[in-house]
């Protein structure tokens, strides 16, 4: 390091006000660019990782940073102790939390658990399967722990020799000291003298299984039901994946659905809707009677309140919407087209008047 006051907030390129937290990634950033490792044979690098270490061992404790708040850098440095911020050792568990995002396996000895791999599948289900619900057995091939082995792929180990079993080999390194996987065992501790003869060094075999799905009522498309534990298999321990089966819906003949709410186009004749009637509408989940309103018109909406679609989460249903479509009678005789003539005199006001331009 270079003799002289020097601003610690200016060597990590930080505020006075930053939080602990932007100093931590400030160090990091600068860490990973001037790291000897990284930079071999690099003196103005490796100069440039011993100040930003320097700098983070005062700034990077709340209390060491409070003290050189409050003397400042001058203060500071001519206080006792100052060697020790100096000569600072990160040993080897900080200085490998600290790094682990950039120097991997050798900073860390044991595999961390991880999920297995999610997998998806898709299902189609009739508007009818998807309002009441529906059970459906699925068959599934998926890797599942091979169970001679456990998943380790291996039915003979040895202790690793180089490492003598602790899976991390120590060594100095400039003013710290640093410790990083057994390149023999990459970590472990162990040694694989015989592969498993069931899943041949994998850890896993293939499985075709047939499970029931239980469709709850209500999907929709691109609905996603979820079976725990039926993806891929986990590693170093980690749980399995889950399987996703994803839903498609077919289109109805009838019904029209958008989101919880279905929609139908029903014919009436022009007396129903000009006199009024009971009319039996259908819906999905059979037939019902409703009042048509004399008077009514073609394209006029009415709700049937409920009768659409439940939801999968509370059960509560949405909405039907019946569409009245007023159907005229293609084939007229005679005396059919009288009566529709003195219809005519009905209307007493032009219906597209308000279309006439001006």
Excluded: W
Aim: proline content about 6%; overall charge positive.
């Amino acid at each position: 390091m270079t003799t002289g006051v020097k601003d610690y907030y200016e060597v990590l390129g930080v505020s006075k006000d930053a939080s602990q937290d932007e100093i931590k990634k400030a160090f990091r950033r600068l860490a990973r660019k001037c790291h000897p490792d990284l930079n071999p044979g690099d003196k103005g690098a490796e100069m440039q990782f011993k100040e930003i270490n320097e700098a983070y061992a005062v700034l990077g404790d709340p209390t060491k940073r409070a003290e050189y708040d409050r003397l400042g850098p001058a203060g500071f440095e001519a206080s006792p102790g100052f060697e020790e911020f100096r000569t600072h050792d990160f040993g080897a568990g900080g200085f490998e939390d600290l790094f682990s995002d950039f120097v991997g396996a050798r900073t860390g000895f044991r595999e961390a658990p991880l999920k297995g791999a999610d997998l998806v599948t898709r299902m189609t289900l009739t508007l009818d399967e998807a309002f009441s619900g529906v059970t459906r057995a699925i068959t599934i091939s998926h890797g599942v722990t091979c169970r001679r082995c456990g998943g380790s792929g291996a039915e003979g180990v040895t202790s690793c020799t180089k490492c003598g079993g602790t899976g991390k080999l120590k060594s100095r390194k400039g003013f710290f000291s640093m410790s990083q996987a057994c390149p023999d065992c990459r970590g472990t501790g162990k040694k694989v003298t015989r592969l498993c003869p069931d899943c041949r060094g994998k850890g896993t075999i293939l499985k075709t299984e047939t499970v029931k799905v239980k469709i709850p009522a209500g999907v929709d498309n691109g609905s996603r039901v979820r079976l725990r534990g039926k993806g891929e298999p986990g590693m170093a321990g980690g749980p399995p994946g889950d399987l996703y089966i994803e839903i498609e819906i077919l289109p109805h003949p009838i019904f029209k659905r958008e989101g919880k709410d279905l929609h139908v186009e029903v014919p009436v004749t022009v007396p129903e809707a000009a006199l009024g009637a009971k009319i039996e509408v259908p819906t999905i989940d059979g037939m019902t009677k409703m009042t048509l309103p004399p008077g009514t018109q073609g394209s006029q909406r009415f709700k049937l309140k409920g009768k659409g679609f439940p939801s999968p989460k509370t059960g509560k249903g949405g909405d039907q919407y019946v569409n009245i479509k007023i159907v005229i009678p293609k084939e007229l005789s005679s005396a059919d087209k009288k009566l529709f003539r003195e219809m005519e005199r009905l209307y007493k006001v032009n219906p597209r008047q308000r279309m006439v331009r001006r």
